[in-house]
């Protein structure tokens, strides 16, 4: 609610009627323009030179130009994630006038999966287990979700060797040196219970906290800063990691300048996408190193894939 405005113009009775957003339900015709926010998903009925900045659904700092024709999809080609006949829930408008049909509402519109996804499948509510304690199980570590599983294991170990213990002192009648006349199971229950405490392993959070410090030094030397000590660790476990730059800091451009192949580091020079500007030559040497059968190679894979 917070991502749109307190009221809007709708289509009811034939007359343009002002209504409190939440209020504005399925089928509703809305009124868009330059200024508003759309209020819930809608497909565009009328649309006089719409422009839309959907950065608050798909990170894109360029307006998108948004039309009430249909274009049907063609046979292998992928569909859109913002149809140029759709507009979508928090994304303001910028430019023209328009009208459309509300199509979804509330937590079923695209911005509102995106928040479910963010809070969880439960809406944020936190899990318990056992009743009472608090279920942190799916944000945890894969080194945590490896000490729980070993934990788990050494305590059915320790259960059993206990169990065998306390059997085979009651069967061997042991009784308690300084109390002759005790019966044996009572004196085999303390020495069970005394064994099943020892076998709790508490030096491994310790050391495992260790671990992750020294970690945490020497990424420091590395300039990387570290907040939390878990995060050392959930890092070492990714072996590939994908970023995507938006480009809402810059001019909304990604720029190749150093590239390496085939054992050979190249530089790369030029301005935005203007291939008429710039070359690709050696690091270090400047000779121009276009035609080298590395780089063809490389820049042929990329386009490509």
């Known amino acids: 609610s917070q991502m749109t405005q307190a009221s809007i113009y709708v289509l009811r009775d034939g007359r343009e009627v002002k209504v409190d957003v939440p209020n504005v339900v399925r089928g509703d015709v809305v009124i868009l323009g330059t200024g508003d926010v759309v209020p819930a998903d809608m497909r565009l009925i009328e649309a006089d030179d719409v422009k839309v900045s959907e950065m608050a659904l798909t990170g894109e700092p360029d307006d998108v130009a948004k039309t009430s024709k249909l274009k049907f999809k063609k046979p292998g080609e992928p569909e859109k994630l913002t149809p140029e006949n759709m507009v979508f829930s928090g994304c303001s408008v910028t430019n023209g006038k328009g009208k459309g049909i509300v199509c979804e509402t509330g937590m079923s519109t695209r911005i509102g999966r995106i928040a479910q996804l963010i809070a969880g499948e439960d809406g944020g509510k936190q899990k318990t287990k056992c009743g009472c304690l608090p279920d942190t199980s799916a944000s945890a570590t894969p080194l945590q979700q490896n000490l729980e599983k070993l934990g788990g294991r050494i305590g059915m170990i320790a259960i059993v060797v206990c169990i065998v213990i306390f059997i085979i002192g009651v ?54 800063l570290v907040r939390k000590l878990a995060a050392v ?22 720029t190749l300048v150093n590239m390496w192949s085939g054992g050979v580091a190249y530089d790369v020079e030029g301005k935005g996408f203007d291939p008429t500007v710039g070359g690709i030559a050696r690091e270090g040497t400047g000779k121009d190193a276009s035609s080298d059968m590395g780089v063809r190679s490389a820049l042929l894979a990329a386009l490509l894939c």
């Open 171 to 224: 069967a061997m009648n042991r009784t308690d040196p300084s109390n002759p006349g005790s019966p044996a199971w009572l004196y085999m229950i303390l020495i069970a219970v005394t064994l099943a405490v020892a076998a709790i392993p508490e030096g491994i959070p310790l050391c495992v906290t260790i671990s992750l410090s020294i970690g945490c030094s020497d990424m420091v030397t590395k300039n990387v």
């Open 233 to 254: 660790e959930t890092l070492g476990s990714a072996s590939v990691i994908c970023s995507d730059k938006t480009g809402t800091l810059t001019e909304g451009k990604m």
